[in-house]
Structure formats: structure tokens, C-alpha cells
């Protein structure tokens, strides 16, 4: 375990640089849609949460968060530096615990990333209803009343897929974390058609759990049914196949990495 964290540590290092930039550029990107957004005439008044959904915000977080995730890949893959990729592989610890740490950092980079989300969204309020308020009184002569953001939290239907309710949609969220993270530093693993068939074995597995996630939300509104029975069945189990044999296929690809 120590080995592992203190390899964590070093994967961190490696990557924060490019992560920091990474945070900083969505930060103002959002910051720079939404007050757009909310200066449009037509949108006037309707909210940050209408605002986030119509500036397709929570599209580009997806994309921040898959490229944090995929920051955090192995030194092997790293043709730049020679030195980190020899260090990284001939460290005296097995290909399951450097598989590990680096799975680590990129979900712990990935979990960064929601709570930047939730920081901003929080922030964002203020300039937000400030623009509004400047923008009514300039139109009709009065400030906008003033909004609640508790509400337009909840109103948010994009960013309620982060927020779990239930113990299933938490449980779900938590596997869609660690897959991706998984998933994410196959990609960065492999080479060639490799790297195409682990990108092709990541869709498929976004896709499933894109439909356990409409799965839960419908049994939660209206109950199980025989339909959501049949999907689960044959969801989860190619999801679980397909982890695992990313999974096995990861750890090959560093045994066949390693120096004789």
C-alpha cells in the first residue's frame, strides 16, 4: 500500500502541471459562457441553471473529466522522457500495484474535477445574477429579483447525476468513477490498434452505464418493471466482462513493457 500511494504521489507530480491548466481553462470557459448566456435577450432572467444546460456545460465538464483522467496515464506511454519511462518501469513492485497507483491518480484527478464543478457553479451564481441585474435594468429600467441557488441547483437537470439520491444511483456512480479511471489508463497503455480496440471497449462500457443510469431513474419513478429486469441483465454483465478484461489486458501490457 505504501508503495502504491508513494507512486500515486509521483503520478501526481508528473501531471499537476498540465492539470492546473487544465482546471484554470474550464474555469474561465465556463465563466465566459455562462455571463454570454446570460446576456442574451431571449434568455434573460431564466436562471444559471437554464444557462448551464443551454451553454452545454455539463458536455464540456465530461470532457474535462475524461482528460484529467487520461493525464494521469503511465510513464511507458510517454515517449518524451526516456528517463520517466525507464524509472517507471523498473521499479521493485508488481504490474498490479503499479496498475493500481496510476489508476489511483486518475481518479482521484477525475474526482477533482466534480468538486471544481460544484465549486464553480456555487461561485459562478453571483456574477451571474449581477450580469441579469445589469442587463434588466438596462432593458426595462429594474433589477432582476433576486434568485435562489439552492433551487437553481436542483433545477439543474445535468448536474443531478452527480448529486446521488438514492443508495443504487450512488453505487452507480461510484463504478462509473473507477471504470473510467480504469479504462482511461488502458488507452494511455496501448498502442496502435490496441489503443483503438481499449478506446472502442471504453465507449461500449459509457454507454452501459448510461442506461443503468436511465435504468435507476425510471425505478425510481415508477417501480421495477420486466423491461428493467432484461436490461440489467444484459447490461451488467458485458460491462463487468469488458472491465475485466481490460483490466487483465492492462497488466499484460506492462509485463510485455518491462526491461528483461
Request: overall charge positive; aromatic content about 12%.
Amino acid at each position: 500500500m505504501k508503495a502504491m500511494l508513494s507512486l500515486a504521489g509521483w503520478n501526481w507530480r508528473l501531471a499537476r502541471r498540465s492539470y492546473g491548466i487544465l482546471c484554470a481553462v474550464f474555469a474561465v470557459e465556463q465563466l465566459a459562457v455562462l455571463l454570454f448566456e446570460a446576456s442574451r435577450p431571449d434568455q434573460l432572467g431564466m436562471g444559471l441553471a437554464t444557462y448551464y444546460q443551454s451553454g452545454l456545460q455539463f458536455q464540456v465538464f465530461g470532457v474535462v473529466f475524461l482528460l484529467a483522467g487520461f493525464l494521469a496515464g503511465p510513464a511507458v506511454s510517454d515517449h518524451k522522457r526516456a528517463k520517466c519511462s525507464y524509472t517507471w518501469l523498473t521499479l521493485p513492485i508488481s504490474p498490479a500495484l503499479r496498475l493500481a497507483a496510476q489508476v489511483l491518480t486518475a481518479a482521484v484527478l477525475q474526482l477533482g474535477v466534480v468538486a471544481l464543478q460544484f465549486v464553480l457553479y456555487i461561485l459562478y451564481f453571483f456574477p451571474v445574477q449581477a450580469m441579469e441585474s445589469a442587463r434588466a435594468l438596462e432593458r426595462f429600467g429594474m433589477s432582476m429579483p433576486a434568485q435562489n441557488l439552492y433551487e437553481q441547483l436542483l433545477l439543474n437537470g445535468d448536474l443531478y447525476w452527480l448529486l446521488p439520491r438514492r443508495p443504487l444511483q450512488l453505487v452507480l456512480l461510484v463504478v462509473t468513477w473507477l471504470a473510467s479511471a480504469l479504462l482511461l489508463i488502458c488507452v494511455r497503455l496501448h498502442r496502435g490498434w490496441r489503443r483503438g480496440v481499449a478506446v472502442v471497449i471504453g465507449v461500449i462500457c459509457a454507454v452501459c452505464c448510461g442506461v443503468l443510469f436511465h435504468d435507476e431513474q425510471y425505478l425510481a419513478l415508477y417501480g421495477i418493471n420486466e423491461a428493467l429486469v432484461e436490461d440489467f441483465v444484459r447490461v451488467v454483465p458485458v460491462l463487468v466482462v469488458l472491465v475485466l478484461v481490460s483490466l487483465v489486458w492492462a497488466l499484460r501490457a506492462i509485463r510485455r513493457a518491462e526491461p528483461a
